[in-house]
Each structure stands twice: as structure tokens, then as C-alpha cells.
């Protein structure tokens, strides 16, 4: 075991929820450590090559860390796989250089789902400790410092903001958003420019967006993706009091008699232990991998892991629920300008619906439920896997002539243009991670075991979206339009599993994110949310860490530093 | 050789997913779990795609049609593993591992009927389609998965099913004759995986990016009216520059 180093904070992962910390404590002058399994790539390595991401180099092997999925049957019986369906980024950043970037503040109902909606039965739903107004300084924050486009519109559901719109204007948008704008207002509906985390001018050393049409899913070459590597790694490192550890998987928290965190062990690239000291420890893995260190991490205070003597890690995972739905133009029953206009690729589509964030409808309940947004989206560019789809006609391979034909009708004949659904995936006790007493990952530790059940509820409300979405995509003149329901976890938009909360019951973090029973560690990635609300978490995630890192800072003044 | 159990295995699997995709309308309007698992792209969907779903590359480029979706969570196509189960193991003999002359010739001649030269876009010649077929056997992680020996393997049988239904090789066979013979081996699993396995990779010399050795000077893009990302990878920066 090797004593490598000591920091005054000590972060494991360098994701969205560990970036704002990072580069906070660091800008403060404390001496910052960040552990990161994968490697530091940058923006001269990212290439629109559809074979980088096939390959993995940015992503964990599956032969060297898995996870077991469990989900339900139907009929009352779980499956299980060995997946790797939930590693985002095993890179400095983590998945924040692959997403997208829709950032979508949450709405102040979403903080109090019970006192606004009531219980719904078999759903562990609960109010959180902190309303919206105290998340809203840091939503600014992010918007500002890791950069947000956007131009804000008035619509019945809008969150209240103290900025009067976005520090950044909206990003270039693509022409079929003219379209879809007509469409919905003929339908009295309010179509909501999405705002991205993507730059659309150049910001604090970052360029801005090239538009080159290939963005989520592939790493972003100019730095205006808001990665937390792009907007706060590389700065924070810059200054000089943040370092970051790369090939460094933690693999266990050790505690004291007292249950304090004493130091954090890692293996490097050489299979060896290092051994990290600090005075303040910050858990921020993706979900999943942060309630699995905590259940590793056992000790005299701590048998079942840290922050487990209520037996509450893990429990309360969510994903987002809802689906997608498409709709397909045929390119030759349009004008010429039109089609052509469709087939443009670079900016972005932008547009979101936002009118059902609550459904007051009697048609489904007779009192207003929690509904969701609908983001109107391209699928990031794959030529390759849409081409290999092709190649199947019913049950039979099809090869020659008519191949040739459907691929070429495929790509220059039709557009396809998606939306997609996202509402409450309802906490419920049958999804939950837990570790795997059967498989190891490659350094001999539990894997994690995710239990993905889902509350049917969600399917009702996923199923009034969705529905209305396939409504908006034949207002807008689509030659086929349809859309599916997903109960299967959506893998790179997990979140909970140490919820936060006043009872140490039931939750695993106070309201300042650090952990019930051990006073200096926090968590401060996604697995503090009690419920993800009806959008993606990222924008929320960002926030919420830089809500922690003030709070450590607080904490970190009354502390004797480490010297 | 293709023996009878294998025949009827193909049958087998075949008539279940015949029930099974009579479920689903049409290729994207699918409604299971399992098959909305399998969709990729965008966000929401991301978990499904190749890199994270936990499926290796072929496979998850095979599950992305309805059918193929089927099939994939059937196990049923076209991995040479799977092939390798169903029937005699392909051996590692050092001779197998390499095209001749003849094996060469005769995979040309069957991706030409895979993807012909009939006017309309580049043919698999023009793609480079053998060329990058032998780059990418020996990618090690293709190479691990028995791609190489499963594709000679199946030019013996192609080669025997031609002399028996046809008396000849299959290169000295008319074009119609070729295409008769096709039909007839993918009629049973293994053939059926084989001649998927030779269009994945054709398809790849379609449309990956021409620093992998297809698709030369973006011809495959040109036809389909497809515009590259950028910047492109290059020399130097391939996947495989990465480790
Ligand atoms: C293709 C894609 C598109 C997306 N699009 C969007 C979007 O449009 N909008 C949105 O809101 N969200 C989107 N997301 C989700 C978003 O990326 C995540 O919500 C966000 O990255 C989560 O941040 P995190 O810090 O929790 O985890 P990550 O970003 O996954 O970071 C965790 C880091 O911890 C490291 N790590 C894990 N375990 C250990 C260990 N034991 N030791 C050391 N290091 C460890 C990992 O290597 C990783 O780098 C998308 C994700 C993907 C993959
Ligand atoms: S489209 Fe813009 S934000 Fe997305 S990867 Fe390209 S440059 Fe980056």
C-alpha cells in the first residue's frame, strides 16, 4: 500500500457532481484530489468516428466491470443480465462529454410531489428537505459558468427565475423548428426552445459550437459541450490547487472507531493500492457505482457500509420514464425547398413541450397528476447501425438490388425526426442497487446488482405524452408517426439510491448531501434526488453540487485544514 | 457441411419468431421492453446504444431492425459463436485461418451479389469490400470472436452446396445460379449467419468513415447523400490508436 498523497478534499469520480466541487474548493484555495478511473482525454482526441465509441476507448470494458440487471418478467418473476449498459464515461468528465446537453431546470412542484399530487400507493414518493427557491441561485450559477444557451419563453409552466433569460443566446437552431413552432401553435400548445449546455458563442477559453450534427453520444472537438472537464476540470486544474488522479478506481472508503472517513484506497493502472488522505471526502460516481463504494465500504462504525445503518443505500433508484416516438417525412411528397431544408444536418432542433407538466384531464385521473416534457431531438448520427438495420425484411435476410434500394430510399427519401418523453420514474422498493454476491469486476469487488422495477403509473403517464407527441408529429404534416413506452431503465439518466432528506430513516443524506452517519463525507452526484422530475437531471445535478460545495465551504472554514 | 439438425434448429427458431414478430407492426413501432431496449440513439434511448448496452459490436448492430431485434434476444443471428454451437466447432487450424486464392475469390464473388454493380450506387468493388473485410478480420476483438475461421468455414459449404445443387463451383456459376444458392444456404441458421456476418461488414465498407479502408473517398456517403461528422478521424487516431 502506497500513501500517495493528501489532499484537503478528496473527490471520487469527476463527473457533473463532482466538478462544481472541485472547482469551487479549489478556487478557494484548498488543496483538492480527484480520483478518476479512466483517462484524461481532450478535445484533440474526440473525432466523429462512430468506431470510438463502438470500441469503448472511452467507455469501461465489459469484461472488466459489469453490473447484473434484474427487471421484471410480467409475471411476477425477475431476468437477470450481466450488462454494461450503465457505464457513461470512464474518461476525466465522465458521461457529461457524450450527452447532449438538453438542461432543463426542475419546476417547484417537483420538490414537493406528495403535498402537491398526494401518495400514490406502492411509490415511495416523498417531499424534499429543500424547495426550489434554494436550488435557483445555483441553477443560475450554471447557466452562467458552465454555460447555458437558451432563450426564455413565457408558458404556464415556466420555473420562476431571477435572470431575466439564458447568459448565452440560443444555439443555431435547425429549420424544421419553424415547422414544428406552426404545428404547435395551431394546436394552442407552446413550443419552448430547449435550452443546451453547449456553448453558441466562445466562453472563458471554450469555443463555441461547429454544429458539425454529430453531438451526443460523440465527444465534443471545440469544448462547447458544458463537460465538466470542458467548463470546470480545466480551469480548476489550471489554477493550481486541484489535481486529478487518473486510472484510479476506488474501491473502498475506510473509516475511524469515531465513523469519520479517514482515507480513500484505489487501485492504479498497475493493479496497485494507493491509499489517499483528506479531510473532507466527496462520493460523486453515477448513482449506481456511488451506492455500491458505500455498501463496499464497511468498518467498526459502519457494518453494512457507510451511511447503511438504516439499510437505505441503494434503495429509491430512479430513471426517467416515458419513450419516444418518431415521425417520418417523405422527402418527395414536399416542396423542393422543403425537403431540402429537411435534409440539412448541423444545428439543432431545440424545441421542447412543456404543456403537460401537470395533465389535468379527466380522461386519465380526476384529479391533475405530475405529467412530463417532451423533447423534440435528432438521434445522434450513426450511418453504420441505421445501415445494418436495414439489411432485415421480416424474418429474412435480404441482400442485392432491393438492399441497395431500401438503404438508398432510407437515407435520401424520408427524414426521420424523434421526440422524446420524460415524466416521473416513481421510487418504489423494487428498484434498488445492491452488491452482487456472485460476480466480481476485474480487481475482485462486488459488482453492483440493479434491481430496475417500475410503478405502472408511470406507463399511464408515459402513454398521455407520448400520445400527444405522435399528435404534434402529424400536425406537422409526418407521413408515419407512432411512439413506445420504455419500462426498461434508461442507463444514462440514473439517479437516487442515497436519497437526501431530514429522516435517517429514511434517507441516506441531510439536506446538505452529507451523509446521515458520517460527518465528513458528502455525495453530490445525481443519487440525492428523491424523484428525477420530468426532465433530464443534469442541469439539476450541476446545481445541486454547487449548493454542496458552498456548504462545504462553510464547513471547511471552521475545519483545521490539513497541513 | 450443414447437417439436418442444424436445419432444423434454423426451422425451429424461425417459426418462433415468425409468433414473435407478428407482435410488432413494423420496424420501429415496436412495443416490448426488450425490443425498445434494443433502439438507439438519442438520449433517452442512449442506453441501448452499441457501447452501452453491454452487447458486444455486431451485436448490437444486428438488433437494430425489428426482426434483428428478435433474433438478437433469441440469440439466434449471425454470430459465429453461435453457429459454432449449433454445429461442429470451427477449427483453428492454422490453414483455415487464411483466404487462398480460391476462398478469396469466392467471397468477391458472393459480396458482389450482396451488393451489385446494377447502376444505381457503388457495387461491393467499388466499396473496397474485400479489402476491408480482411482489415477487419484481424481486428483483435474480431479476430477473438472466431470471424476469420466462421467466414472460410462457410465458403466450404457454400462451395459444396453449389457442386451438389449446380455441379460447379460457385465462381464459375451464372449470376442467377449464384443467387439460387445463396437462397438455399440461408435457408438454415448457419447459412443465414454467414451471409449476415459477409454483409455487416460490406455494410461497414458502406458507410464507416474511409480512413478505415472502405467506402474510398466517401463514395458509399456521396450515394446516400450522407454528411460526415467533423472532423473526421484520421491516420494516427483510429480506435485502434487509442489503447
Ligand atoms: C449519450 C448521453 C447523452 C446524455 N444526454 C443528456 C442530456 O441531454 N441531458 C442531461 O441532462 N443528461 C444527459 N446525459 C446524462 C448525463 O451525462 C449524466 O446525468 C451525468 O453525466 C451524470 O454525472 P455524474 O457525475 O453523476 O456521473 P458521470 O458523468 O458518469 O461521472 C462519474 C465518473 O466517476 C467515475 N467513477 C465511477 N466509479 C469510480 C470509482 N470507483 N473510482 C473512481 N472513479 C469512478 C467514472 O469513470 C466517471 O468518470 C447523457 C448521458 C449520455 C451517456
Ligand atoms: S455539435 Fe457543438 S456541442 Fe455538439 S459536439 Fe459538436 S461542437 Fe460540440
Redesign the interface.
Known amino acids: 500500500m502506497k500513501n500517495t498523497n493528501e489532499f484537503d478534499i478528496c473527490i471520487v469520480g469527476s463527473g457533473v457532481g463532482a466538478g462544481p466541487v472541485a472547482h469551487e474548493l479549489a478556487k478557494a484555495g484548498y488543496r483538492v484530489g480527484v480520483l478518476e478511473k479512466g483517462k484524461w482525454f481532450k478535445e484533440t482526441?474526440f473525432?466523429?468516428?462512430?468506431?470510438?465509441?463502438?470500441?469503448?476507448?472511452?467507455?469501461s470494458q465489459?469484461k472488466d466491470e459489469?453490473h447484473t440487471l434484474e427487471?421484471p418478467n410480467g409475471d411476477g418473476t425477475w431476468s437477470s443480465?450481466?450488462?454494461?449498459?450503465f457505464?457513461?464515461g470512464n474518461i476525466v468528465g465522465g458521461a457529461s462529454n457524450f450527452?447532449?446537453g438538453?438542461f432543463h431546470r426542475l419546476k417547484p412542484q417537483d420538490f414537493r410531489l406528495v403535498s402537491e399530487f398526494g401518495e400514490i400507493e406502492g411509490a415511495n414518493t416523498v417531499d424534499w428537505p429543500i424547495g426550489y427557491d434554494e436550488l435557483e441561485p445555483y441553477y443560475t450559477k450554471v447557466e452562467q459558468l458552465v454555460g447555458v444557451s437558451g432563450k426564455v419563453v413565457e408558458h404556464p409552466h415556466l420555473e420562476p427565475r431571477s435572470t431575466k433569460d439564458f447568459p448565452f443566446p440560443p444555439t443555431a437552431e435547425h429549420p424544421v423548428a419553424q415547422r414544428f413552432d406552426l404545428a404547435c401553435r395551431a394546436l394552442k400548445l407552446h413550443p419552448l426552445p430547449m435550452a443546451r449546455g453547449i456553448l453558441s458563442v466562445p466562453f472563458n477559453g471554450r469555443l463555441s459550437c461547429?454544429y458539425?450534427?454529430?453531438c451526443?453520444?460523440?465527444g465534443c472537438?471545440s469544448g462547447a459541450k458544458a463537460s465538466s472537464r470542458a467548463a470546470l476540470l480545466d480551469n480548476a486544474v489550471a489554477g493550481g490547487n486541484c489535481e486529478v488522479i487518473t486510472q484510479a478506481k476506488v474501491y473502498r472508503l475506510n473509516t475511524d472507531e469515531a465513523g469519520r472517513v479517514s482515507s480513500a484506497d484505489y487501485f492504479d493502472k498497475d493493479g496497485e493500492s494507493v491509499r489517499v488522505l483528506a479531510t473532507i471526502f466527496v462520493v460523486a460516481c453515477y448513482s449506481i457505482e456511488s451506492a455500491r463504494l458505500l455498501l463496499s465500504s464497511t468498518g467498526v462504525k459502519h457494518p453494512q457500509g457507510i451511511g447503511n445503518s438504516k439499510g437505505q443505500v441503494g434503495k429509491n433508484l430512479h430513471c426517467?420514464a416515458?419513450?419516444?416516438g418518431?415521425g417520418v417525412f417523405k422527402l418527395d411528397k414536399l416542396k423542393e425547398f422543403e425537403a431540402r431544408q429537411l435534409?440539412i444536418?448541423?444545428p439543432f432542433y431545440n424545441r421542447a413541450l412543456q404543456d403537460w407538466y401537470v395533465i389535468d384531464d379527466r380522461s386519465v385521473s380526476d384529479k391533475p397528476i405530475k405529467g412530463g416534457t417532451l423533447?423534440f431531438?435528432f438521434?445522434?448520427?450513426?450511418?453504420?447501425?441505421?445501415?445494418?438495420?436495414?439489411?432485415?425484411?421480416?424474418?429474412?435476410?435480404l441482400?442485392?438490388?432491393p438492399?441497395?434500394?431500401k438503404?438508398?430510399a432510407h437515407?435520401?427519401q424520408s427524414k426521420d425526426f424523434?421526440f422524446?418523453?420524460?415524466c416521473d420514474w416513481l421510487t418504489n422498493d423494487e428498484c434498488y442497487v445492491s452488491l452482487d454476491p456472485d460476480e466480481k469486476d476485474r480487481w475482485g469487488q462486488a459488482v453492483a446488482k440493479v434491481r430496475a422495477g417500475f410503478h405502472p403509473h408511470d406507463e399511464k403517464v408515459a402513454q398521455y405524452l407520448v400520445d400527444r407527441g405522435v399528435e404534434v408529429m402529424k400536425a406537422m404534416g409526418a407521413d408515419e408517426a407512432?411512439g413506445?413506452?420504455?419500462?426498461?431503465?434508461?442507463?444514462?439518466?440514473v439517479a437516487g439510491g442515497c436519497r437526501f432528506g431530514n429522516d435517517p430513516d429514511t434517507s441516506v443524506l441531510d439536506r446538505n448531501c452529507r451523509v446521515h452517519d458520517c460527518d465528513n463525507l458528502y455525495v453530490t452526484d445525481g443519487s440525492f434526488m428523491p424523484n428525477g422530475g420530468s426532465v433530464?437531471p443534469t442541469l439539476t445535478i450541476y446545481a445541486n453540487a454547487f449548493r454542496v460545495a458552498d456548504r462545504i465551504l462553510e464547513e471547511m472554514k471552521v475545519l483545521e485544514p490539513r497541513t | 457441411m450443414l447437417n439436418k439438425s442444424l436445419l432444423e434448429k434454423g426451422i425451429l427458431e424461425?417459426s418462433q419468431?415468425?409468433n414473435k414478430?407478428a407482435l410488432f407492426?413494423n420496424?420501429?413501432?415496436?412495443?416490448s421492453?426488450?425490443?425498445?431496449?434494443r433502439?438507439?440513439?438519442?438520449?433517452?434511448?442512449?442506453?441501448v446504444?452499441?457501447?452501452?448496452?453491454?452487447l458486444?459490436?455486431r451485436a448490437?448492430?444486428?438488433?437494430?431492425?425489428?426482426?434483428?431485434v428478435?433474433?438478437g434476444l433469441l440469440g439466434a443471428k449471425p454470430s459465429a459463436v453461435i453457429a459454432e454451437e449449433a454445429e461442429d466447432k470451427v477449427e483453428n487450424d492454422r490453414g483455415l485461418e487464411d483466404f487462398n486464392a480460391h476462398s478469396r475469390g469466392v467471397v468477391e464473388a458472393v459480396q458482389l451479389?450482396?451488393?451489385?454493380d446494377?447502376g444505381?450506387?457503388p457495387s461491393a468493388k467499388q466499396l473496397n469490400g474485400f479489402q476491408y473485410l480482411s482489415w477487419a478480420l484481424d481486428d483483435p476483438?474480431n479476430v477473438a470472436e472466431g470471424d476469420k475461421a466462421f467466414i472460410l468455414k462457410g465458403v466450404g459449404w457454400l462451395e459444396e452446396q453449389s457442386k451438389a445443387t449446380q455441379g460447379e463451383s460457385f465462381i464459375k456459376l451464372s449470376l442467377i445460379q449464384q443467387?439460387t444458392v445463396?437462397k438455399q444456404i440461408?435457408q438454415t441458421r448457419a447459412g443465414?449467419n454467414w451471409?449476415?456476418l459477409l454483409?455487416?461488414y460490406l455494410?461497414?465498407s458502406?458507410?464507416?468513415?474511409p480512413?478505415?479502408g472502405g467506402n474510398p473517398d466517401g463514395i458509399g456517403?456521396k450515394?446516400?447523400?450522407?454528411?460526415?461528422?467533423?472532423?473526421?478521424?484520421?491516420k494516427g487516431?483510429?480506435?485502434l490508436d487509442?489503447s
Not at chain 1, 473525432?47 to 467507455?59: C, I, M, N, S, Y
Not at chain 2, 421492453?33 to 431496449?37: E, N, T
Not at chain 2, 448490437?60 to 434483428?68: N, S, V
Open positions: 482526441d473525432f466523429k468516428d462512430e468506431q470510438l465509441g463502438r470500441h469503448r476507448v472511452f467507455r465489459f459489469r427487471e443480465e450481466t450488462t454494461a449498459q457505464w457513461g450527452m447532449s438538453y461547429e458539425s450534427g454529430y451526443g453520444s460523440y472537438h426517467c416515458g419513450g419516444t418518431h435534409k444536418r448541423g423533447d431531438v438521434d445522434p448520427p450513426s450511418p453504420t447501425a441505421e445501415t445494418a438495420g436495414l439489411k432485415w425484411q421480416g424474418d429474412n435476410l441482400w442485392g438490388t438492399l441497395k434500394q438503404i438508398k437515407f435520401t424523434k422524446e418523453v420524460f407512432w413506445n413506452v420504455f419500462t426498461s431503465p434508461t442507463s444514462n439518466l433530464t | 424461425k419468431l415468425g414478430t407492426p420496424d420501429k413501432g415496436l412495443t421492453a426488450g425490443a425498445a431496449k433502439e438507439h440513439g438519442s438520449i433517452k434511448a442512449e442506453f446504444s452499441a457501447y452501452n448496452s453491454g458486444n459490436r448490437f448492430l444486428r438488433q437494430t431492425g425489428a426482426a434483428a428478435l433474433l451479389q450482396l451488393f451489385p446494377d444505381d450506387g476483438e443467387d445463396m440461408s443465414e451471409l449476415s454483409l455487416y455494410l461497414e458502406l458507410t464507416l468513415d480512413v478505415y456517403w450515394w446516400l447523400e450522407h454528411q460526415p461528422g467533423f472532423p473526421q478521424p484520421v487516431k483510429t480506435y487509442f
